[in-house]
């Protein structure tokens, strides 16, 4: 069975751009989250959807924003990218809120 | 507010070593307690989960508790292997309330395992 996919893997950008980030669960899986994960901390809470509505939002400014999509997969958008949006970005699905599983993360460089 | 707390933040044994990791939590309900592992620069993988129910998990080499009445979980690795060097994660998931959702993460034991 594939695990949760996130692409891309790597992205650079410029203050000020917006950048797309993608997420596929695990077949079945219906719940989404999103975290921010700046180094050397833990992760941070964003997002999560369930059944495409979104159930919570963690302390983000409204420059981030997400949806998702029919088939489940999700996408987190962040606007006017500052330097501080620099991090790795990680996507994780789960079964009714048990256990979370999580992808590989796109590491985000803001320059 | 779920405040999550790891102790130490950083820890370096030989090679065979037991040792033990730890996680203190200030808000005692909830749901379940997750452990990951994080590699350098990669995503997370789940080690052990353990639902509030429960007092322990065990995984192989590794062994986790839970006391939630006091707010503490550890993480029991025994033999360790320089392949378990890497940071360790532990997150909660609150029991109720609007935000039972998410999880709230500590920043990590960063363990390095010496040949």
């Known amino acids: 069975d594939a695990g949760v996919t996130q692409s891309p893997t790597h992205l650079i950008k410029t203050r000020g751009q917006q950048v797309t980030l993608r997420c596929s669960p695990i077949?079945?899986?219906?719940?989404v989250s999103w975290y921010q994960q700046v180094l050397g901390q833990g992760p941070q809470f964003i997002f999560q959807?369930?059944?495409?509505?979104?159930?919570g939002r963690g302390n983000f400014p409204d420059r981030f924003s997400a949806r998702q999509f029919p088939n489940y997969s999700s996408e987190l958008n962040v606007n006017a990218l500052l330097l501080g949006d620099s991090a790795l970005y990680l996507c994780?699905?789960?079964?009714?809120?048990?256990?979370?599983?999580f992808g590989s993360g796109t590491r985000l460089t803001v320059v | 507010k779920q405040e999550v707390t790891q102790i130490p933040a950083a820890l370096s044994v030989p090679e065979g070593e037991n040792l033990v990791l730890n996680c203190s939590f200030t808000?005692?309900?909830?749901?379940?307690l997750q452990w990951f592992r994080q590699d350098p620069g990669k995503g997370l993988t789940s080690l052990l989960l353990?639902?509030?129910?429960?007092r322990e998990q065990t995984s192989g080499r590794l062994n986790a508790s839970l006391d939630k009445s006091s707010g503490r979980s550890t993480l029991y690795i025994a033999a360790s292997q320089p392949g378990d060097s890497a940071t360790y994660l532990c997150?909660?998931?609150?029991?109720?309330?609007?935000?039972?959702?998410?999880?709230?993460f500590g920043k990590g034991t960063l363990l390095t395992v010496n040949p």
């Open positions: 994780a699905s789960s079964l009714a809120g048990y256990g979370y599983t």
């Open positions: 077949s079945g899986h219906k719940s």
């Open positions: 959807y369930y059944e495409k509505e979104e159930r």
């Open positions: 808000d005692s309900a909830i749901y379940n």
């Open positions: 353990i639902q509030s129910s429960q």
């Open positions: 997150a909660v998931r609150r029991n109720s309330g609007g935000s039972n959702y998410k999880l709230t």
